[in-house]
Nanobody
């Protein structure tokens, strides 16, 4: 199993920036893609961004395109989510996930991001 630990969440004003980190450990050899998801109170979990571990191909939800950037540091087994121009609607618990070519199989415990207006 892959273990994932998120960090970097916090409180920020609208228009500000935060960078989330996701450190992976354990059985990482089967990891093909790393993704970020978020869940706001009273809402379902939604996809935010993903990146392939080897090639670095990225995809983003329409709601965050142009504002968020996902990246990875292979040497550190770490994935990042740089969030800029934050909006109150970005407030959520952000989860890091690891998956193979078919689905996500490991999840972190989440880190809270709160954007004040």
């Amino acid at each position: 199993q892959v273990q994932l630990v998120e960090s970097g969440g916090g409180l920020v004003q609208a228009g500000g920036s935060l960078r989330l980190s996701c450190a992976a450990s354990g059985r990482t050899f089967s990891t093909y893609v790393m993704g970020w998801f978020r869940q706001a109170p009273g809402k379902e979990r939604e996809f935010v961004a993903r990146i392939t571990w080897s090639g670095g191909s990225t995809n983003y939800a329409d709601s965050v395109k142009g504002r968020f950037t996902i990246s990875r540091d292979n040497a550190k087994n770490t994935v990042y989510l740089q969030m800029s121009s934050l909006k109150p609607e970005d407030t959520a618990v952000y989860y890091c996930a690891a998956g193979n070519q078919y689905d996500y199989h490991a999840w972190g415990q989440g880190t809270q991001v709160t954007v004040s207006s």
